[in-house]
């Protein structure tokens, strides 16, 4: 059995931008983002860069699974390290699922709420952006 927590809505911080990029509604696209992500990051250590790689590829997930239209992946640097968030056209509120142990789908917004500093999302013209802060150690 499964429940669900939503997200809290907020407007993600911004920063100096370090990339927009815009990707289609497929599988291929999360491979794609990840690598985007990770030119973003060079130079950031291994381990945020490592997290960021599981977040993007969660958060492009869920832009394929539950959007009609492309996606739009954004990466910016903030005070206290990077913000990633992909807006996508679905209107539907992002929820973390507290999903069995043996249930093979769901946990993608949990792992992304456990890795990250901050998770959160906001209602765009066009539907909406989920976004997660990580910091690091090397934040200015």
Request: with cysteine.
């Amino acid at each position: 059995m499964s429940s669900s927590v939503p997200i809290r809505a907020a407007e993600p911080p911004t920063g100096e931008p370090r990339g927009e990029w815009s990707l289609r509604p497929e599988a291929q696209s999360a491979r794609l983002a990840r690598r985007l992500v990770a030119q973003a990051l060079q130079g950031a250590d291994e381990h945020l860069r490592r997290r960021a790689a599981l977040i993007t590829s969660e958060l492009v997930g869920n832009g394929v699974r539950h959007a009609r239209g492309g996606m739009l992946l954004s990466v910016w640097r903030v005070p206290a390290g990077w913000v990633l968030a992909v807006a996508d056209d679905s209107h539907a509120p992002p929820v973390v699922k507290s999903v069995g142990q043996l249930t093979e789908d769901g946990r993608g917004l949990f792992i992304v709420q456990r890795i990250s500093e901050r998770l959160g999302w906001a209602r765009t013209a066009t539907g909406k952006v989920v976004w997660a802060c990580l910091g690091d150690s090397a934040a200015r």
